[in-house]
């Protein structure tokens, strides 16, 4: 039996899970399970690295409990990043995607370098937040803060390197940098001497299913093999993506909803750049895919209610969506304004007010949310058939939106595609194949696929009543307010 700790960190919560391998099934137990919610620290809002660290290690620790572990492997969201000295420390505290304060670096990279030039360089849609932009905003704020760093380390390549003591970079997340080079998936030379980034704080970048060394920082438990799985949790959760016929159309459905499908080599072509899409890298693939707000909003809703005592099962929420009138509240999930408002409630209420009337009952603004995210969906796939020419007779659902039934129900529906949902622990399965092709266990991305099919259970949705959805999708069409698309 082999032994396999897969850490992953979602947007809102972390877990440790055992993976148990007999040679022939996969099987998952959660160990640890935790907050990864960012925490205000002065002007900035921050990822708490330290409790991060920690959990790993409590999680780490429970997996140890019974016996050793063959080997660790950490995915997590993407983009994010410690600086570190050449002491190892941390020169700051990691800041947080959502922290407004990154802007300054898009104003910053837009004196230095078009969009059309990023784009072909690199390949990556535009996200306000990239690292690029994130490094173009620390280093205009705090210039000394570069000359004392020695690595720039992604969240999980450097919590990698708390364990094992090794800076090094793993391709599927650092790609999410958009510094990365599309044409030789290594660091762009000449797009960091263009930002005057030094190029020395950029470790080696190592493939997925490579081995790290040992996690000998571990002393108390052993020290097992730290090895480097698709390290961007959306990579994982694409690496797990059930489908027996490749290319195929997925939805990693969480916090974020990523909408796409995997290509052979980056689409830098015009169309892809003007539907702001993006090619990150994957294992063996490239994942042309879009980010969409994803359920972030529902749970920023849901956050207000229960603050204000108004808490309800999402059981409860989903009933009472179901009940309200369809189509009555549409607006464009992207919009930025969704990105960290103040008040998600009052974010909605405005959006919906532009195109006519806001959302009052609850079930009312769980509809709209719903409704809005399935019709986004629909937009991306056909923008996505139009740039690769495929064309897709399902779509995967995969992550924790993928227990949603009604949002699944409506996704067939609105696409008018069975949908195939689950794993929904996607990231961890995509996580724990990698951790057994870099064991030798399995050969190929084939094998590690096959292997997931028959180690979980997917549900089935087929759609129903998808012309309900076609005059709601053409005034839906109206209100997509994509920055980077032609108009
Ligand atoms: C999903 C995800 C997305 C990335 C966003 C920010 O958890 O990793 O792929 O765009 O978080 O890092």
Redesign the pocket.
């Known amino acids: 039996m082999l032994r396999v700790a897969a850490v992953d960190l979602?947007?809102s919560s972390g877990r440790v899970m055992l993976g148990l391998y007999d040679g022939a099934r996969l099987t998952l137990e959660e160990r640890h399970r935790f907050s990864t919610r960012p925490v205000q620290m002065g002007n900035h809002l921050c990822t708490d690295v330290a409790q991060l660290h920690a959990h790993v290690l409590r999680g780490l620790d429970a997996c140890h409990q019974d016996s050793r572990l063959d080997a660790v492997g950490i995915d997590?969201?993407?983009?994010?990043f410690g600086l570190v000295n050449d002491r190892g420390e941390l020169v700051a505290p990691p800041r947080h995607?959502r922290d407004p304060g990154h802007e300054a670096g898009v104003v910053r990279a837009g004196q230095l370098i078009s969009s059309d030039e990023l784009f072909l360089e690199t390949g990556i849609q535009h996200?306000p937040?990239n690292t690029i932009y994130q490094l173009l905003a620390l280093q205009s704020e705090a210039p000394d803060l570069m000359s004392r760093t020695a690595w720039l380390l992604l969240l999980p390549d450097l919590l990698n390197f708390f364990l094992t003591g090794i800076p090094r970079a793993e391709f599927t997340n650092a790609t999410?940098t958009q510094l990365v080079s599309a044409e030789t998936g290594d660091w762009s030379e000449k797009l960091l001497a263009r930002l005057g980034l030094p190029r020395r704080m950029f470790p080696d970048i190592a493939a997925p299913g490579a081995t790290l060394g040992p996690a000998r920082r571990l002393t108390a438990v052993g020290a097992p093999q730290v090895v480097h799985v698709a390290s961007?949790?959306?990579a994982s959760a694409v690496v797990a993506v059930p489908a027996r016929r490749q290319p195929c159309l997925y939805i990693?459905s969480?916090?974020?909803s990523?909408v796409g499908t995997t290509v052979p080599s980056p689409i830098t072509s015009l169309p892809a750049a003007k539907s702001n899409f993006s090619n990150?890298g994957g294992v063996g693939h490239y994942r042309l895919l879009k980010?969409v707000m994803g359920l972030w909003i529902l749970q920023e809703v849901q956050r207000e209610w229960a603050a204000a005592d108004q808490a309800l099962s999402l059981a409860q929420l989903l009933r009472e969506a179901e009940e309200s009138p369809p189509f009555a509240h549409l607006f464009d999930p992207d919009h930025p304004r969704f990105l960290h408002p103040p008040s998600m409630l009052a974010a909605i209420r405005e959006a919906c007010e532009e195109g006519g009337r806001a959302p009052r009952e609850r079930g009312e603004v769980v509809r709209a949310i719903l409704e809005s995210l399935v019709l986004k969906y629909r937009w991306v796939v056909e923008e996505l058939a139009r740039i690769t020419g495929y064309s897709f007779d399902a779509v995967h659902v995969v992550g924790g939106g993928s227990q949603n039934a009604l949002l699944s129900q409506w996704t067939a529906d609105c696409l008018n595609l069975p949908v195939f949902a689950g794993p929904a622990e996607a990231s961890a399965w995509g996580n724990a194949v990698m951790q057994l092709v870099a064991l030798g266990e399995l050969g190929s991305l084939d094998e590690a696929r096959e292997l997931i099919r028959t180690s979980v259970d997917i549900r089935v949705y087929e759609p129903r009543a998808s012309e309900m959805w076609e005059e709601p999708y053409k005034r839906f069409c109206d209100l997509v307010s994509d920055p980077h698309r032609a108009s």
Do not use: C, I, R
């Open positions: 979602g947007a997590g969201w993407a983009v994010d995607y996200l937040f999410t961007h949790d959306t990693s969480g916090t974020w990523l990150e980010n």
